[in-house]
């Protein structure tokens, strides 16, 4: 029982040692325990230049950043007349850009609620960088116009290991077709999946779980000899 338990716990401690390939899928806002409000950035109508510092609820850092350098704070309802929830405060693409938040410690999952300003149908496109910069994303169909209702699409990245360092929206004319920087879109605040156990944490428990099975060995071994004397 003892090589068994010191077996399994040195194998688990190899497995989270050596790297993975993370799986990354779309992300549709479950589970989420952290949220980066825009609210931050100024009040409705606010210029935003970035890049721009930003800080979670839960005390997450990164830094927002449109690509034409100028984003603009809106408030659904006032500032933005779509299909947000009434009040939601929003970022805005001042109408060209594509919107970039990184984060200086990756996270498990982001994503945000996102409209196109044009109405009708359109593509909207997420990225997400999982630390090798590569051109990884989803195209996701949605729909645009002004209801009001909390209706806005939310698009969102989650992995099955913290590993997400970053995630970028913009619109795609055609499903195969390149990013349209020169259309104006909208998201809103950025819901986070964070306070993932690092791989260090996991192997320290799972040795502890093996002591812990040691140790209840040693009193049964002991209540035994003490029972045959």
Not at 100 to 107: E, G, M
Request: glycine letters at 14%; one cysteine or more; proline letters at 4%.
């Amino acid at each position: 029982m003892l090589k068994t338990l010191l077996a399994l716990t040195a194998g688990a401690f190899v497995a989270l040692a050596s790297p993975a390939q993370a799986t990354v899928t779309l992300w549709d806002g479950t589970g989420a325990n952290d949220t980066i409000q825009w609210s931050q950035l100024g009040v409705n109508g606010t210029p935003v230049v970035t890049p721009a510092g930003v800080i979670s609820d839960n005390g997450v850092t990164g830094t927002v950043n449109d690509s034409d350098g100028s984003a603009q704070r809106l408030d659904q309802g006032t500032g933005w007349n779509g299909n947000f929830a009434p009040g939601d405060t929003l970022l805005f693409n001042n109408y060209s850009g594509l919107i970039n938040i990184v984060f200086d410690n990756p996270v498990t999952a982001a994503g945000a609620q996102f409209q196109a300003n044009q109405f009708g149908d359109f593509l909207a496109r997420i990225w997400y960088d999982d630390g090798t910069f590569a051109d990884l994303g989803f195209n996701v169909a949605c729909n645009s116009n002004t209801s009001g209702d909390d209706s806005a699409v939310f698009i969102g990245v989650i992995s099955d290991s913290a590993n997400i360092a970053g995630i970028t929206y913009g619109l795609h004319v055609t499903q195969d077709g390149p990013p349209n920087s020169t259309s104006g879109f909208a998201i809103g605040n950025v819901e986070l999946i964070d306070g993932v156990p690092e791989p260090g944490t996991w192997a320290m428990m799972l040795l502890g779980f093996g002591a812990i099975g040691i140790a209840i060995r040693r009193r049964r071994t002991t209540a035994l000899l003490a029972q045959a004397a």
